[in-house]
Structures are given as C-alpha cells and as structure tokens.
C-alpha cells in the first residue's frame, strides 16, 4: 500500500495551475458533500423505528471511508473525520429547511462540480488523476485537508 505522502505527490502532479488548484478547493469538497447526500437520501429500513437523521446508509459509508484515511494517516484522518462530521451536521440541517428533495440537491451539487473539475483539469492540460487509479476520488478531500494542515503546520 502506498504511504500517503506517495498519494499525495502523485496527486498533486495533476495539480499545480493556480486556476486548478482552486477549482479542486471548492469542487471536491462538494463532491464529497454531494455523494454523502446521494447515499444519505437512500430509504434507511435496516433499523425499524429508527428516527434518528445521523443514522442512515450514508454516515455508514463514511466509516469505511474513514477506515480508508486512518490506515494512511492518523492525523489526516482526524482531519477528515472532522469534516464528514460537518457534511454529516450540514446535511441534516440542510434538509430539514430545504422543501426540495435532498438528492436532487445533492445531484445538482455533484454535476455542477463534477463540470468544474473537468474545466479545472483542461486548463491544467492535464487528466483526473482517478483515470489511473480510483482511489484517487478518496484522496481529493484529504489533498484539501493537507493543504490546511500544512497552513497550520501540522504533520500529516
């Protein structure tokens, strides 16, 4: 398995047009949000009488993408879990007050950042980096988080 400084680097080949750079900072963050929203607006049965929002098929995805960032960083990884705590809390928040179904939202928010992105990787002249590999679609949010650690000067 690669060390996440290996993912990273390779990461950020694909990544160093300053125009690209912040397409990515506010696109892959929604995708993230937008595929939480996607599998949360899943029917939720396996749990008879359950009335809880937080409990849903979406926040059971998260704890295996969670598995994913802690076996490459701890500390990334709790930067990661920082923030599905807030898409989580977003969420659940935003559709309560929303009258529109959550996964049209949540679709909207996932084509128009997936645009994006593909806007950015043309002005970079570059491809996605999960045409090679898809775990790379897991290593956009924490490439973002990186960012900030290092802002902070914080080891990953």
Request: overall charge positive.
């Amino acid at each position: 398995m690669r060390s996440i400084a290996e993912w990273l680097k390779e990461y950020g080949e694909s990544h160093q047009n300053k125009t690209n750079k912040l397409i990515h900072w506010i696109c892959v963050p929604a995708i993230f949000f937008s595929i939480y929203g996607l599998i949360y607006s899943i029917p939720f049965t396996f749990v008879k009488g359950s009335s809880s929002s937080y409990l849903n098929y979406g926040s059971l995805t998260m704890l295996f993408v969670l598995i994913f960032y802690f076996r490459l960083s701890f500390n990334l990884a709790i930067g990661m879990l920082l923030y599905m705590v807030l898409v989580i809390w977003g969420t659940v928040q935003l559709d309560k007050i929303t009258t529109i179904d959550f996964w049209l939202i949540s679709l909207i928010i996932f084509v128009v950042a997936w645009i994006g992105q593909f806007i950015g990787h043309h002005i970079e002249g570059k491809k996605p980096s999960f045409f090679k590999d898809l775990q790379f679609l897991l290593i956009g949010p924490a490439w973002v988080i990186w960012f900030v650690y290092r802002k902070l000067g914080i080891k990953f």
